[in-house]
């Protein structure tokens, strides 16, 4: 069973930063894409980043220039450099998996990151 794992979700102040990491198990295949996305109380959940397999970035418009995402070579791990960060960044983030023989999303449980004014 595929599981994605997020960690280094927390509180902070404004200004400050967090690096989240999400991590695979039960996987045999390699991702072509993973990314983070992240669901503010009452709002949709928008993306964040994403980065796929070749190293090809993609980024939210609020979070560009601030946000860096990465992930390690051959492996299902992903990460989420997180600098200046606003109050309008609090939210709940997910790490998402695109792959697989039939190619389908997963999505991990969810970290929550607070940021204080």
């Known amino acids: 069973q595929v599981q994605l794992l997020e960690f280094g979700g927390g509180l902070v102040q404004a200004g400050g930063s967090l690096r989240l990491s999400c991590s695979a198990s039960?996987?045999?295949?390699?991702?072509?894409?993973m990314g983070w996305y992240r669901q503010a109380p009452g709002k949709q959940r928008e993306l964040v980043a994403v980065?796929?397999?070749?190293?090809?970035?993609n980024y939210g418009v609020s979070v560009k220039g601030r946000f860096t995402i990465s992930r390690a070579n051959g492996q299902n791990t992903v990460y989420l450099q997180m600098n200046s960060l606003e109050p309008e960044d609090t939210a709940v983030y997910y790490c998402?998996?695109?792959?697989?023989?039939?190619?389908?999303?997963?999505w991990g449980q969810g970290t929550q990151v607070t940021v204080s004014s």
């Open positions: 998402k998996g695109h792959g697989g023989v039939i190619p389908r999303d997963y």
């Open positions: 039960g996987v045999i295949f390699s991702f072509n894409t």
């Open positions: 980065i796929t397999s070749g190293g090809n970035t």
